[in-house]
């Protein structure tokens, strides 16, 4: 699916049906955020519904995750004060095959949503060839690996 087949009133479903949830990361990350690479954050309200999308673009290839973890931080502490939670977006360009570089993209998204007391329901990969969720950390679990 892509974002073409949202369904009327979707800002008004919570963001945990993760087919519903890609199609807004569809949305929100545009072509030319995926061209120049990009940190795509769902900030959603108590009821998990998109309060507002937040985009960080012009991410180069060699960036490191680690310097986006603060902010990351900060950002979490304030979502969970309302009760909220976050969605996690990385963009760029090639495949849909997920690397060690978007691992530890999302890694770094993980450790920064557990510091800062947020729930993050999900966490997707956007490129040109579409979109896709990384898989639930292994925490998530319990450690077992499937």
Do not use: K
């Not at 929100?28 to 108590?46: F, I, K, Q, T, Y």
Request: net charge negative; hydrophobic share 45%.
């Amino acid at each position: 699916m892509t974002f073409e087949n949202l369904p009327d009133g979707w800002d008004q479903h919570p963001l945990d049906d993760p087919a519903l949830t890609a199609d807004v990361v569809d949305l929100v990350v545009g072509d030319a955020d995926r061209e120049s690479g990009c940190v795509g954050l769902l900030l959603l309200d108590d009821h998990r519904r998109l309060v507002q999308p937040c985009v960080v673009g012009d991410i180069p290839p060699e960036a490191d995750p680690a310097d986006l973890v603060p902010f990351l931080e900060e950002l979490a502490r304030m979502v969970a004060s309302g009760g909220g939670a976050v969605v996690f977006a990385r963009g760029r360009l090639g495949s849909v095959l997920l690397t060690d570089t978007d691992r530890a993209w999302h890694d770094a998204a993980v450790r920064a949503c557990r510091a800062g007391g947020v729930p993050l329901v999900g966490a997707y990969l956007a490129t040109g060839a579409g979109v896709r969720a990384f898989p639930v950390p292994l925490t998530e679990l319990g450690g077992l690996a499937s």
